[in-house]
């Protein structure tokens, strides 16, 4: 200990406690990494908690739906019930929807990604596309089918219309006016198509009209009907084709419109009605619960809308959303919304069944 005041004991001791406080820090270093681990654990498992919830939400809306759907009383018919079968085929109707086609809208490979290209050149031929194939697959199921009728639902938004809100002239190339023109004629055309090509009994036609359509810049509530240019249209063309029987209108008066198909009720509506703010499900769970709401006041199988450009089957067909001709868009790219071809839905009725047999996309695009 010769030239020194601390004792060896001392030394000792202070060393024992260095390490002790060393190990100390080992373990509350050790504690932390622990708790981050638990606190990622658990932020995960609240997560799974969070998306399991909003399943279980989505289920049960679908079975409330689907319960109020089968306890809702049938109204009257409109349509006569199909009985018996000739030729030996399963009498059906095939149900085509046709919204959203934007004819006149202008799209640019720039706007797009360089995935679409739209004018009204493109969507003239777009809209004769998806009539042939649907001519195609209507002729083709007539092979072991009997069909009675097609339900060719005009769903509304054939238009851009730059009048809906100011200064949008610029996705469109000519004034809403002049756009209902072109749209009444196309449509004339298509249908005259439809009757000549297709061996059926009869073609009937519900209309709706979409927010596209209006003549002012904001929805009229309970007036929808008088600012449309669409409502215009479809009494120009019930018009039209007054002297054909076998083409027949059931033009809506109110933002829903019931059509019932030879026993098989249908609720059409253009969309615009149903609010979704994006989230897990997608349209699904907004579009069935207001399914829900909807079948306590009317009597339908199948809701039926437009609008939101995506063709989608809901609650095993107790929901069908139907595409656009357009395709993507500038609106579409910047909102970074999926991107879908060119199609409309169509489905097929089982007369004898009363129930949905078949769904399709119509394409109006060669694939």
Request: charged fraction near 25%; hydrophobic fraction near 40%.
């Amino acid at each position: 200990m010769s030239g020194s005041n601390v004792s060896d004991y001392e030394i000792k001791k202070r060393l024992s406690a260095v390490a002790d406080a060393e190990q100390d820090e080992r373990e509350r270093i050790s504690e932390r990494k622990r708790m981050r681990k638990v606190s990622r654990s658990n932020t995960a498992l609240k997560g799974e908690v969070r998306t399991l919830s909003k399943m279980l939400d989505e289920s049960a809306v679908t079975i409330e739906t689907l319960e109020a759907l089968r306890e809702k009383p049938r109204l009257g018919r409109k349509m006569a019930k199909v009985r018996g079968r000739k030729s030996g085929k399963l009498p059906v109707a095939w149900v085509a929807l046709a919204s959203d086609w934007h004819t006149c809208e202008l799209v640019t490979l720039d706007q797009s990604n360089g995935m679409n290209e739209h004018n009204p050149d493109i969507g003239r031929e777009r809209a004769f596309e998806w009539a042939r194939n649907l001519v195609t697959m209507v002729k083709l199921s007539q092979e072991r089918l009997d069909v009675k009728t097609l339900v060719l639902w005009l769903g509304g938004d054939f238009l851009v219309n730059s009048g809906m809100h100011y200064g949008g002239m610029w996705d469109v190339a000519m004034t809403p006016e002049q756009e209902a023109r072109v749209i009444r004629n196309l449509l004339v055309e298509i249908i005259t198509f439809l009757r000549a090509e297709l061996d059926v009994e009869r073609i009937h036609i519900p209309t709706s009209w979409g927010n596209h359509d209006r003549s002012s810049m904001k929805i009229v509530p309970g007036l929808a009907k008088d600012f449309s240019h669409a409502s215009i249209i479809y009494e120009d063309l019930s018009a039209w084709f007054a002297a054909d029987a076998s083409i027949t209108f059931e033009i809506s008066t109110a933002e829903w419109n019931l059509v019932d198909v030879h026993g098989y009720p249908i609720l059409f509506h253009h969309g615009h009605g149903i609010r979704y703010g994006g989230g897990v499900g997608g349209i699904s769970i907004p579009l069935m619960k207001k399914a829900g709401v909807l079948a306590r006041d009317y009597d339908f199988r199948t809701i039926c809308i437009g609008h939101y450009h995506q063709c989608q089957i809901f609650g095993a067909g107790q929901a069908v959303c139907n595409g656009s001709l357009v395709g993507m868009n500038g609106y579409s790219t910047d909102g970074g919304f999926p991107s879908e071809p060119p199609a409309q839905m169509a489905f097929v009725i089982d007369l004898e069944r009363l129930e949905i047999s078949d769904f399709y996309r119509v394409w109006g695009c060669q694939v």
